[in-house]
């Protein structure tokens, strides 16, 4: 079946310029993370989606990044007026349930964002 | 705060000898911890959970309270093991089990 998708794949941005990164998840699951990863580093965790409901969004960096879902599916990362230090790849992953037992969470193939 | 420790960059190895990949972790609860693998030009996939307690691909690994650690094994090196491998913490904070990553070590196996 498909997987957790993403789009777009690639994305140059001119540094100020706003993006919208989309997230289809695997029909039916209910969790929804979003994550972002560095050269070089491992993801790291921005936000959180339980259906619509955006349950943590502790790692977003600043004010600049915000997250949604309106009807628990789709979900968009929207970063604003975007600084070189945003470039990185953003990585989806979604998940059957919430909570425990730890659900395995599968990831999208990511959007490698490049701002100039 | 939780972090998770690989003090490896890069691993390499010959085919058919033994696989350790270093994990260390810090947490004030009882975590669950996973290894996450990606292969050349593939997305990031679940290898295997400590609560499992399985063997997936030949890889195994034992979670090591005392120690704090979670290293990978594997007896015998395949070059088709040849990927980027993360280990990784979940906590539950009443939001999700976010993960908490390392920062991935590059196993290479040759021939």
């Known amino acids: 079946g498909a997987g957790v998708s993403q789009s777009p794949r690639y994305k140059v941005a001119k540094r100020g310029q706003d993006v919208a990164l989309r997230c289809d998840p695997i029909?039916?699951?209910?969790?929804l993370f979003w994550y972002q990863q560095a050269l070089g580093q491992g993801p790291e965790f921005l936000t959180y989606f339980q259906n619509e409901a955006q349950l943590d969004k502790s790692g977003l960096p600043s004010d600049r990044f915000f997250a949604e879902r309106p009807e628990g599916s789709v979900s968009t990362l929207k970063i604003q007026r975007t600084q070189q230090e945003d470039s990185a790849v953003y990585l989806c992953?979604?998940?059957?349930?919430?909570?425990?037992?730890?659900?395995?969470?599968?990831f999208g193939p990511g959007t490698r964002l490049t701002v100039t | 705060a939780q972090r998770v420790t690989q003090p490896e960059k890069l691993l390499s190895v010959f085919k058919g000898a033994p696989v350790e990949l270093k994990c260390n972790y810090s947490?004030?609860?009882?975590?669950?911890l996973f290894w996450y693998v990606q292969y050349s030009r593939q997305r990031l996939q679940l290898l295997l959970r400590h609560i499992s307690r399985e063997s997936i691909k030949g890889f195994t690994a034992d979670l090591n309270k005392g120690e704090t650690s979670f290293h990978l094994k594997k007896p015998f090196a395949q070059e088709e093991d040849s990927a980027m491998y993360y280990c990784a913490l979940s906590r539950d904070t009443g939001g999700g089990n976010k993960l908490t990553f390392g920062t991935g070590t590059q196993l290479k196996v040759e021939l």
């Open positions: 947490y004030s609860g009882s975590p669950e």
């Open positions: 029909s039916g699951h209910v969790s």
């Open positions: 992953a979604s998940s059957t349930g919430a909570g425990t037992p730890n659900y395995e969470q599968y």
